[in-house]
């Protein structure tokens, strides 16, 4: 059974940093692309940064220059580094493979809230 667990949220004020962490289960982690994505009072959820098994990233347009993810294959975990947030980066972020299986499962995410 695949399982991801979410921690690192929390609140912050606008231009503050944080770092957050998805430990995963289940799958053969170190051969997945992997993705972070996050889901805003009203709106869709949305891939916000992958990471190829081989190094490569994307993000989006959103966060480019400010996000970085990483991976740590021996812990079966990645991280989303978060620099200079906005109150529009405020969401419930979560981890996936990216592209998602079919009937992809999701944890509990993790809450980042940016407000002055």
């Known amino acids: 059974q695949v399982q991801f667990v979410e921690s690192g949220g929390g609140l912050v004020q606008p231009g503050e940093s944080l770092t957050l962490a998805c430990a995963g289960s289940g799958i053969i982690f170190s051969i997945q692309t992997m993705g972070w994505y996050r889901q805003a009072p009203g709106k869709q959820r949305e891939l916000v940064a992958s990471?190829?098994?081989?190094?490569?990233?994307n993000y989006a347009d959103s966060v480019k220059g400010r996000f970085t993810m990483s991976r740590s294959n021996a812990k079966n975990t990645v991280y989303l580094q978060m620099n200079s947030l906005k109150p529009e980066d405020t969401a419930v972020y979560y981890c996936n493979t990216a592209p998602l299986l079919r009937a992809p499962s999701w944890g509990q995410g993790t809450q980042v809230t940016v407000s002055s």
């Open positions: 990471l190829s098994s081989r190094g490569r990233t």
